[in-house]
């Protein structure tokens, strides 16, 4: 991980990207600690900006999801891409990556015609040069 945290400091990161609301007594009792110096430690982890934010995760079982990759035009600045995917409706998250494409984008909606025509407005966007989209079938986690 980091190199500034120690084995406790994973412990609790780790409990808290499976559930950010976990009070800090039951993180203590888990990791061996006070509960104080889990307060204390959580603190200096959000101060130190290895902890960015806290965040909640919604139920999108109902929803259908796919990954959509992106070609920016060589003649086209690849930021300008990402800022104009991050404002279009279903868009959930945007990565710029290496390869053979630029931009992934993850873009959610309640059904896959829905998701299509958010496809349509991403390649109407200035610069995008080819898409490749693929449905997501299954999210696991760890």
Known sequence: MLNNIDSFDEK???IL???????FVEIA??????????RRR???LTDNNIIKKFTIEIDNSEKTSAITLISVASSSDTSTVTSKLLNLEGVDVVYE???????AA????????EINSYIDEV?????VSDTNTVIILKTLKY
């Open 12 to 14: 609790i990161i780790k």
């Open 17 to 23: 990207q499976n559930d950010a609301r976990k009070p």
């Open 29 to 38: 009792n888990t990791i061996g600690l006070s509960e104080s110096a889990v």
């Open 42 to 44: 959580i603190k200096n």
């Open 97 to 103: 990556i290496t390869g053979q494409y630029d931009i």
């Open 106 to 113: 993850i873009i959610s909606a309640p059904a896959i015609s």
């Open 123 to 127: 390649r109407k966007i200035e610069g």
